[in-house]
Protein backbone atom coordinates (compact mmCIF):
# COMPACT_ATOMS: atom_id res chain seq x y z
CA UNK A 1 0.00 0.00 0.00
CA UNK A 2 2.84 2.33 0.82
CA UNK A 3 5.09 1.14 -2.25
CA UNK A 4 6.08 5.46 -2.88
CA UNK A 5 7.76 7.69 -0.36
CA UNK A 6 5.53 9.04 1.88
CA UNK A 7 6.58 12.75 0.73
CA UNK A 8 6.19 12.09 -2.60
CA UNK A 9 2.51 11.27 -1.57
CA UNK A 10 1.97 14.46 0.64
CA UNK A 11 3.54 16.39 -2.17
CA UNK A 12 0.92 14.79 -4.81
CA UNK A 13 -2.18 15.19 -1.75
CA UNK A 14 -1.17 18.60 -1.53
CA UNK A 15 -1.56 19.23 -5.00
CA UNK A 16 -4.46 17.67 -5.39
CA UNK A 17 -5.96 19.77 -2.35
CA UNK A 18 -4.79 22.95 -3.50
CA UNK A 19 -4.17 24.20 -0.12
CA UNK A 20 -1.38 25.35 1.96
CA UNK A 21 -0.01 24.03 5.39
CA UNK A 22 2.80 25.54 8.17
CA UNK A 23 4.63 22.13 8.42
CA UNK A 24 5.18 22.27 4.39
CA UNK A 25 7.59 24.45 2.30
CA UNK A 26 6.54 23.69 -1.50
CA UNK A 27 7.21 26.92 -3.10
CA UNK A 28 5.29 28.09 -4.38
CA UNK A 29 2.24 25.99 -4.06
CA UNK A 30 -0.63 28.04 -4.49
CA UNK A 31 0.65 28.28 -7.85
CA UNK A 32 0.68 25.43 -8.70
CA UNK A 33 -2.60 23.98 -10.33
CA UNK A 34 -4.51 20.57 -9.83
CA UNK A 35 -4.11 19.94 -13.66
CA UNK A 36 -0.53 20.07 -12.91
CA UNK A 37 -0.28 17.29 -10.09
CA UNK A 38 -3.29 14.94 -12.12
CA UNK A 39 -1.90 15.14 -16.00
CA UNK A 40 -0.85 12.39 -16.58
CA UNK A 41 -2.04 8.38 -15.83
CA UNK A 42 1.59 7.89 -13.53
CA UNK A 43 0.42 10.97 -11.04
CA UNK A 44 -2.90 10.07 -10.87
CA UNK A 45 -1.63 6.69 -9.66
CA UNK A 46 0.86 7.82 -7.15
CA UNK A 47 -2.82 10.31 -5.86
CA UNK A 48 -4.28 6.80 -5.80
CA UNK A 49 -1.26 5.76 -3.19
CA UNK A 50 -1.86 8.68 -1.82
CA UNK A 51 -5.87 8.11 -1.17
CA UNK A 52 -4.68 4.76 0.23
CA UNK A 53 -2.05 6.35 2.89
CA UNK A 54 -4.61 9.29 4.14
CA UNK A 55 -7.41 6.35 4.38
CA UNK A 56 -4.55 4.46 6.66
CA UNK A 57 -3.79 7.49 8.84
CA UNK A 58 -3.73 7.03 12.86
CA UNK A 59 -6.60 9.12 13.32
CA UNK A 60 -8.74 6.78 10.39
CA UNK A 61 -8.35 3.18 9.77
CA UNK A 62 -4.42 3.74 11.27
CA UNK A 63 -6.55 2.55 14.54
CA UNK A 64 -8.39 5.58 15.89
CA UNK A 65 -11.60 4.79 14.53
CA UNK A 66 -11.42 1.03 15.39
CA UNK A 67 -10.82 2.29 18.86
CA UNK A 68 -12.83 4.77 19.11
CA UNK A 69 -16.09 2.45 18.14
CA UNK A 70 -15.10 0.09 21.38
CA UNK A 71 -14.75 2.70 23.66
CA UNK A 72 -18.06 3.85 22.99
CA UNK A 73 -19.72 0.32 23.29
CA UNK A 74 -16.98 -0.60 25.95
CA UNK A 75 -20.28 -1.37 28.14
CA UNK A 76 -18.22 -2.32 31.34
CA UNK A 77 -15.88 -4.98 29.41
CA UNK A 78 -13.02 -2.74 28.73
CA UNK A 79 -11.46 0.28 30.65
CA UNK A 80 -9.75 3.20 30.01
CA UNK A 81 -6.78 3.91 32.10
CA UNK A 82 -4.63 6.68 30.04
CA UNK A 83 -3.84 10.63 30.53
CA UNK A 84 -5.09 11.26 26.92
CA UNK A 85 -8.38 13.62 28.00
CA UNK A 86 -10.07 13.11 23.80
CA UNK A 87 -10.38 9.65 23.68
CA UNK A 88 -11.42 9.43 28.01
CA UNK A 89 -13.98 11.46 27.14
CA UNK A 90 -15.24 9.16 24.22
CA UNK A 91 -15.22 6.34 26.92
CA UNK A 92 -16.83 8.10 29.26
CA UNK A 93 -19.46 9.37 26.55
CA UNK A 94 -18.70 13.23 27.68
CA UNK A 95 -17.83 14.58 24.43
CA UNK A 96 -17.76 18.02 23.56
CA UNK A 97 -17.44 19.95 20.45
CA UNK A 98 -14.31 20.35 20.83
CA UNK A 99 -12.76 17.16 20.87
CA UNK A 100 -9.49 16.87 19.54
CA UNK A 101 -10.14 13.11 18.04
CA UNK A 102 -13.56 13.55 17.04
CA UNK A 103 -12.57 16.75 14.87
CA UNK A 104 -9.88 14.47 13.65
CA UNK A 105 -12.10 12.11 11.79
CA UNK A 106 -13.99 15.12 10.85
CA UNK A 107 -11.27 16.66 8.87
CA UNK A 108 -8.84 13.54 7.92
CA UNK A 109 -12.16 11.69 6.97
CA UNK A 110 -13.03 14.66 4.26
CA UNK A 111 -9.13 15.05 3.65
CA UNK A 112 -9.31 11.27 2.43
CA UNK A 113 -13.04 11.87 0.35
CA UNK A 114 -11.31 14.82 -1.39
CA UNK A 115 -8.54 12.67 -2.86
CA UNK A 116 -10.83 10.66 -3.93
CA UNK A 117 -13.27 12.97 -5.55
CA UNK A 118 -9.88 14.92 -7.20
CA UNK A 119 -8.87 11.14 -9.12
CA UNK A 120 -12.25 10.67 -10.51
CA UNK A 121 -12.66 14.02 -11.71
CA UNK A 122 -9.03 13.17 -13.91
CA UNK A 123 -9.68 9.61 -15.28
CA UNK A 124 -9.81 10.56 -18.32
CA UNK A 125 -6.12 10.78 -18.37
CA UNK A 126 -5.64 7.20 -16.45
CA UNK A 127 -4.76 4.55 -19.38
CA UNK A 128 -8.29 3.26 -20.69
CA UNK A 129 -7.20 -0.07 -19.97
CA UNK A 130 -6.71 0.96 -15.87
CA UNK A 131 -9.99 3.54 -15.72
CA UNK A 132 -12.67 0.89 -14.38
CA UNK A 133 -9.99 -0.10 -11.65
CA UNK A 134 -8.70 3.29 -10.39
CA UNK A 135 -12.37 4.39 -10.59
CA UNK A 136 -13.20 0.87 -8.24
CA UNK A 137 -10.55 1.58 -5.78
CA UNK A 138 -11.20 5.11 -5.80
CA UNK A 139 -15.06 4.97 -4.50
CA UNK A 140 -14.31 2.02 -2.26
CA UNK A 141 -11.96 4.41 -0.28
CA UNK A 142 -14.56 7.48 -0.78
CA UNK A 143 -17.47 4.87 0.44
CA UNK A 144 -15.76 3.40 3.61
CA UNK A 145 -14.74 6.62 4.40
CA UNK A 146 -18.27 8.07 4.24
CA UNK A 147 -19.59 4.72 5.54
CA UNK A 148 -17.58 5.51 8.99
CA UNK A 149 -18.17 9.56 9.03
CA UNK A 150 -22.03 8.21 9.09
CA UNK A 151 -21.88 5.44 11.48
CA UNK A 152 -20.13 8.13 13.93
CA UNK A 153 -21.53 11.62 13.00
CA UNK A 154 -24.90 10.60 11.98
CA UNK A 155 -27.64 9.33 14.79
CA UNK A 156 -28.68 5.16 13.82
CA UNK A 157 -30.41 4.00 11.34
CA UNK A 158 -31.98 1.64 13.71
CA UNK A 159 -33.67 4.87 15.23
CA UNK A 160 -36.15 4.76 12.08
CA UNK A 161 -36.78 7.54 9.65
CA UNK A 162 -33.30 7.57 8.21
CA UNK A 163 -34.97 9.77 5.25
CA UNK A 164 -35.07 12.89 7.60
CA UNK A 165 -32.25 12.27 9.73
CA UNK A 166 -29.24 14.30 9.68
CA UNK A 167 -26.13 12.46 8.36
CA UNK A 168 -23.29 14.04 6.90
CA UNK A 169 -22.26 16.44 4.10
CA UNK A 170 -22.07 14.63 0.59
CA UNK A 171 -18.99 16.15 -0.94
CA UNK A 172 -19.01 14.85 -4.46
CA UNK A 173 -17.17 17.66 -6.10
CA UNK A 174 -13.18 18.03 -5.91
CA UNK A 175 -11.67 20.71 -3.70
CA UNK A 176 -15.36 22.23 -3.00
CA UNK A 177 -15.06 25.08 -1.09
CA UNK A 178 -19.09 25.90 -0.76
CA UNK A 179 -21.53 25.20 2.34
CA UNK A 180 -22.73 21.91 2.02
CA UNK A 181 -25.44 21.20 4.19
CA UNK A 182 -25.85 17.61 5.51
CA UNK A 183 -27.72 15.12 3.64
CA UNK A 184 -30.48 12.69 5.11
CA UNK A 185 -29.06 9.00 6.63
CA UNK A 186 -30.83 7.78 3.66
CA UNK A 187 -28.78 9.41 1.18
CA UNK A 188 -25.89 8.90 2.61
CA UNK A 189 -26.35 5.56 2.87
CA UNK A 190 -27.37 5.38 -1.02
CA UNK A 191 -24.36 6.93 -1.83
CA UNK A 192 -22.33 4.66 -0.32
CA UNK A 193 -24.04 1.60 -1.56
CA UNK A 194 -23.79 3.15 -5.55
CA UNK A 195 -19.94 3.66 -4.65
CA UNK A 196 -19.61 -0.04 -3.05
CA UNK A 197 -21.64 -1.70 -5.84
CA UNK A 198 -19.49 -0.30 -8.23
CA UNK A 199 -16.32 -1.38 -6.43
CA UNK A 200 -17.18 -4.57 -6.64
CA UNK A 201 -18.17 -4.92 -10.36
CA UNK A 202 -14.99 -3.54 -11.05
CA UNK A 203 -12.30 -5.11 -8.55
CA UNK A 204 -10.74 -8.01 -8.58
CA UNK A 205 -10.94 -10.78 -5.52
CA UNK A 206 -7.38 -10.28 -5.30
CA UNK A 207 -5.64 -6.83 -5.86
CA UNK A 208 -1.92 -7.21 -3.39
CA UNK A 209 -2.71 -5.04 -0.57
CA UNK A 210 -4.91 -2.77 -2.23
CA UNK A 211 -9.05 -2.77 -2.28
CA UNK A 212 -10.51 -5.88 -3.40
CA UNK A 213 -14.11 -6.97 -4.56
CA UNK A 214 -14.53 -9.34 -1.03
CA UNK A 215 -13.27 -6.11 1.07
CA UNK A 216 -15.80 -3.99 -0.93
CA UNK A 217 -18.15 -6.99 -0.12
CA UNK A 218 -17.46 -7.04 2.88
CA UNK A 219 -18.32 -3.28 3.81
CA UNK A 220 -21.35 -3.46 1.70
CA UNK A 221 -22.71 -6.39 3.81
CA UNK A 222 -21.78 -4.47 7.16
CA UNK A 223 -23.73 -1.37 5.40
CA UNK A 224 -27.28 -3.64 5.04
CA UNK A 225 -26.05 -5.07 8.75
CA UNK A 226 -26.77 -1.84 9.56
CA UNK A 227 -29.95 -0.84 7.64
CA UNK A 228 -31.24 -4.33 8.96
CA UNK A 229 -31.84 -5.23 5.06
CA UNK A 230 -30.18 -8.97 6.19
CA UNK A 231 -30.86 -9.86 2.91
CA UNK A 232 -28.68 -7.36 1.42
CA UNK A 233 -26.32 -8.52 3.97
CA UNK A 234 -26.16 -11.80 3.09
CA UNK A 235 -26.24 -11.50 -0.07
CA UNK A 236 -23.29 -9.42 -0.05
CA UNK A 237 -21.66 -11.76 2.33
CA UNK A 238 -22.33 -14.77 0.40
CA UNK A 239 -20.76 -12.66 -3.08
CA UNK A 240 -17.82 -11.62 -1.68
CA UNK A 241 -17.50 -15.32 0.20
CA UNK A 242 -17.93 -16.77 -3.34
CA UNK A 243 -15.13 -14.74 -4.63
CA UNK A 244 -12.56 -15.26 -1.35
CA UNK A 245 -13.27 -18.45 -2.23
CA UNK A 246 -9.29 -20.14 -3.23
CA UNK A 247 -8.07 -17.02 -2.69
CA UNK A 248 -8.74 -16.43 1.46
CA UNK A 249 -8.75 -19.08 4.03
CA UNK A 250 -9.50 -19.10 8.09
CA UNK A 251 -6.17 -19.17 8.98
CA UNK A 252 -5.37 -20.19 13.62
CA UNK A 253 -6.79 -17.90 15.64
CA UNK A 254 -3.74 -16.37 16.95
CA UNK A 255 -2.96 -17.04 13.30
CA UNK A 256 -4.86 -13.98 12.17
CA UNK A 257 -3.21 -11.41 14.56
CA UNK A 258 0.20 -9.37 14.26
CA UNK A 259 1.06 -10.45 11.60
CA UNK A 260 3.99 -7.81 9.49
CA UNK A 261 2.53 -9.06 6.05
CA UNK A 262 -1.41 -10.25 4.99
CA UNK A 263 -2.35 -13.95 6.51
CA UNK A 264 -4.57 -15.62 4.18
CA UNK A 265 -7.42 -14.32 5.83
CA UNK A 266 -6.77 -10.90 5.85
CA UNK A 267 -9.47 -9.23 3.33
CA UNK A 268 -7.93 -5.85 3.66
CA UNK A 269 -5.51 -4.25 6.51
CA UNK A 270 -4.26 -1.44 6.58
CA UNK A 271 0.05 -1.75 6.29
CA UNK A 272 2.85 -0.80 8.47
CA UNK A 273 5.96 -1.32 8.11
CA UNK A 274 9.30 0.07 10.50
CA UNK A 275 9.67 2.64 7.91
CA UNK A 276 6.00 3.64 7.55
CA UNK A 277 2.36 4.03 8.79
CA UNK A 278 1.36 3.36 12.14
CA UNK A 279 -0.76 0.83 14.33
CA UNK A 280 -2.57 3.16 17.03
CA UNK A 281 -4.68 -0.57 17.80
CA UNK A 282 -1.23 -1.92 19.55
CA UNK A 283 -0.51 1.75 20.70
CA UNK A 284 -3.57 1.98 23.13
CA UNK A 285 -4.31 -1.65 23.47
CA UNK A 286 -0.38 -3.27 23.93
CA UNK A 287 1.79 -2.86 27.45
CA UNK A 288 4.37 -0.81 27.74
CA UNK A 289 6.46 -3.99 27.56
CA UNK A 290 5.29 -4.10 23.74
CA UNK A 291 5.83 -0.70 22.94
CA UNK A 292 2.11 0.52 23.81
CA UNK A 293 0.60 2.85 26.44
CA UNK A 294 -0.95 0.23 28.06
CA UNK A 295 -4.26 2.80 27.92
CA UNK A 296 -7.26 -0.23 27.76
CA UNK A 297 -7.81 -3.06 30.22
CA UNK A 298 -10.13 -5.81 29.59
CA UNK A 299 -12.53 -6.39 32.42
CA UNK A 300 -13.71 -9.49 34.16
CA UNK A 301 -17.19 -8.90 32.16
CA UNK A 302 -15.89 -9.57 29.10
CA UNK A 303 -13.57 -12.09 29.70
CA UNK A 304 -16.39 -14.52 31.08
CA UNK A 305 -18.27 -14.71 28.15
CA UNK A 306 -15.88 -17.60 26.60
CA UNK A 307 -16.99 -20.98 27.38
CA UNK A 308 -14.28 -22.94 28.49
CA UNK A 309 -11.99 -24.36 26.34
CA UNK A 310 -12.08 -21.92 23.55
CA UNK A 311 -9.09 -20.38 22.55
CA UNK A 312 -10.43 -17.13 22.23
CA UNK A 313 -10.87 -16.70 25.81
CA UNK A 314 -7.05 -17.21 26.55
CA UNK A 315 -6.20 -14.98 24.26
CA UNK A 316 -5.38 -12.07 26.32
CA UNK A 317 -2.02 -11.80 28.59
CA UNK A 318 -1.72 -10.33 32.33
CA UNK A 319 0.42 -6.61 31.88
CA UNK A 320 3.68 -7.49 34.43
CA UNK A 321 3.67 -3.71 35.16
CA UNK A 322 0.56 -3.20 36.41
CA UNK A 323 -1.64 -6.39 36.67
CA UNK A 324 -4.21 -5.38 34.37
CA UNK A 325 -5.22 -7.58 31.71
CA UNK A 326 -5.09 -6.97 28.08
CA UNK A 327 -6.08 -8.67 24.21
CA UNK A 328 -3.25 -10.17 22.86
CA UNK A 329 -5.10 -9.16 19.19
CA UNK A 330 -2.76 -6.04 19.55
CA UNK A 331 1.01 -6.75 20.31
CA UNK A 332 3.14 -5.74 17.67
CA UNK A 333 3.30 -1.92 17.08
CA UNK A 334 4.64 -2.94 13.32
CA UNK A 335 2.16 -5.30 12.38
CA UNK A 336 -0.59 -4.24 10.00
CA UNK A 337 -3.88 -3.24 11.16
CA UNK A 338 -6.05 -5.68 10.18
CA UNK A 339 -9.64 -4.35 9.33
CA UNK A 340 -11.61 -7.37 7.38
CA UNK A 341 -11.07 -11.02 8.15
CA UNK A 342 -12.80 -13.21 6.41
CA UNK A 343 -14.38 -14.93 9.87
CA UNK A 344 -16.19 -11.88 10.01
CA UNK A 345 -18.31 -12.57 6.22
CA UNK A 346 -19.15 -16.04 7.77
CA UNK A 347 -20.65 -14.20 10.52
CA UNK A 348 -22.60 -11.79 8.60
CA UNK A 349 -24.02 -14.70 6.22
CA UNK A 350 -24.90 -16.71 9.61
CA UNK A 351 -26.86 -14.15 10.95
CA UNK A 352 -28.40 -12.86 8.04
CA UNK A 353 -29.67 -16.36 6.67
CA UNK A 354 -30.67 -17.13 9.89
CA UNK A 355 -32.91 -14.34 10.42
CA UNK A 356 -34.58 -14.59 6.68
CA UNK A 357 -35.01 -18.15 7.04
CA UNK A 358 -32.58 -19.39 4.32
CA UNK A 359 -29.43 -21.05 3.71
CA UNK A 360 -27.95 -19.13 0.74
CA UNK A 361 -24.46 -20.44 0.27
CA UNK A 362 -24.46 -22.34 3.24
CA UNK A 363 -26.52 -23.11 6.51
CA UNK A 364 -26.33 -20.72 9.07
CA UNK A 365 -24.67 -24.10 11.85
CA UNK A 366 -22.60 -24.39 9.43
CA UNK A 367 -21.34 -20.98 8.95
CA UNK A 368 -21.11 -20.49 12.76
CA UNK A 369 -19.43 -24.11 13.37
CA UNK A 370 -16.91 -22.86 10.78
CA UNK A 371 -15.74 -20.14 13.49
CA UNK A 372 -16.31 -22.16 16.16
CA UNK A 373 -14.18 -24.97 15.53
CA UNK A 374 -11.59 -22.50 14.98
CA UNK A 375 -11.53 -21.95 18.31
CA UNK A 376 -11.70 -25.34 19.38
CA UNK A 377 -15.49 -25.60 20.34
CA UNK A 378 -17.79 -28.48 19.91
CA UNK A 379 -20.58 -27.61 16.98
CA UNK A 380 -23.59 -26.34 17.77
CA UNK A 381 -26.44 -28.21 15.75
CA UNK A 382 -28.88 -26.07 16.61
CA UNK A 383 -27.93 -22.03 17.17
CA UNK A 384 -30.61 -19.68 17.92
CA UNK A 385 -30.04 -15.93 16.65
CA UNK A 386 -28.30 -15.14 20.44
CA UNK A 387 -25.88 -17.65 19.87
CA UNK A 388 -24.85 -16.29 16.56
CA UNK A 389 -24.58 -12.64 17.40
CA UNK A 390 -22.49 -13.93 20.42
CA UNK A 391 -19.93 -15.81 18.36
CA UNK A 392 -19.62 -12.61 16.39
CA UNK A 393 -19.42 -10.26 20.05
CA UNK A 394 -16.15 -13.02 20.80
CA UNK A 395 -14.76 -13.38 17.48
CA UNK A 396 -14.33 -9.94 16.35
CA UNK A 397 -14.24 -8.10 20.07
CA UNK A 398 -11.62 -5.47 20.39
CA UNK A 399 -11.57 -4.93 16.33
CA UNK A 400 -13.77 -1.99 16.17
CA UNK A 401 -17.23 -3.65 15.41
CA UNK A 402 -18.64 -2.82 19.16
CA UNK A 403 -20.43 0.64 18.98
CA UNK A 404 -21.45 -0.12 15.51
CA UNK A 405 -23.54 -3.70 16.79
CA UNK A 406 -24.74 -2.30 19.41
CA UNK A 407 -26.30 0.40 17.88
CA UNK A 408 -27.91 -1.95 15.10
CA UNK A 409 -29.31 -4.97 17.73
CA UNK A 410 -30.76 -1.76 19.44
CA UNK A 411 -28.91 -2.45 22.56
CA UNK A 412 -27.29 -0.90 25.36
CA UNK A 413 -23.60 0.22 26.39
CA UNK A 414 -22.54 1.60 29.80
CA UNK A 415 -26.18 2.63 30.86
CA UNK A 416 -26.83 4.25 27.29
CA UNK A 417 -29.45 3.37 24.95
CA UNK A 418 -28.21 2.47 21.57
CA UNK A 419 -30.31 5.90 20.13
CA UNK A 420 -28.83 7.93 22.99
CA UNK A 421 -27.13 11.78 22.29
CA UNK A 422 -24.34 10.87 24.12
CA UNK A 423 -23.21 7.89 21.41
CA UNK A 424 -23.32 10.26 18.69
CA UNK A 425 -19.94 12.83 17.65
CA UNK A 426 -20.78 15.99 17.95
CA UNK A 427 -20.05 18.21 14.54
CA UNK A 428 -16.77 19.38 15.48
CA UNK A 429 -17.19 23.36 16.22
CA UNK A 430 -14.75 24.44 14.01
CA UNK A 431 -16.41 23.04 11.02
CA UNK A 432 -19.72 25.12 12.56
CA UNK A 433 -17.65 28.16 12.61
CA UNK A 434 -16.88 27.77 8.78
CA UNK A 435 -20.11 26.47 7.50
CA UNK A 436 -23.11 27.54 9.33
CA UNK A 437 -24.96 25.33 7.53
CA UNK A 438 -23.99 22.57 9.18
CA UNK A 439 -26.80 21.39 12.02
CA UNK A 440 -25.33 20.42 15.21
CA UNK A 441 -26.47 16.89 16.85
CA UNK A 442 -29.29 16.49 19.50
CA UNK A 443 -27.42 17.32 22.61
CA UNK A 444 -24.48 19.72 21.64
CA UNK A 445 -25.91 23.05 21.61
CA UNK A 446 -27.28 24.81 18.50
Given at each position: ?????????????????????D????????????S???????????????????????????G??Q?N????????E??????????????R????????????????????????N???????V??E????????E??????????E??????????E?????????P??????????????????V????I????????????????????????????R???????Y???R???N????????????????????????????????Q???????????????????????????????????????????????????????????????????Y?????????????????????????????????????????????????????K????F??H?????????G???????????????????????????????????
Amino acid sequence: MKNIKIYSILFLSFLVLGSCTDQLDLNPPQDIDNSIALNSDANVKTVLIGAYDALSDGDLFGGNTQRNSELLGADDELQFSGTFGDPSDIWRKEMTVINGDVADLWLDGYNTINIANNILASLEVVNEEDQALVEAESRFIRGLMYFELVLFFGPSYAEGSPSSLPGVPLVTEPNNVDPVERASVQAVYDFIIDDLEFAIANLPAENGVYANSVAAGAILSRVYLQMADYAGARDAANAALTAANGVYDLTTFAGAFNNQSNSIEDVFSIQVTTQDGVNNMQLFFAASSFGGRGDIEIQQKHLDMYEAGDVRGSFFYTDAATGDTRTSKWTDQFANVTYIRLAELYLTRAEANFREGTAIGDTPANDLNRIRGRAGLLPNLTPTLNDILMERKLELAFEGHSIHDIKRLQGTTDGFAYDANELVFPIPDRERNINPDLRQNDGYGN
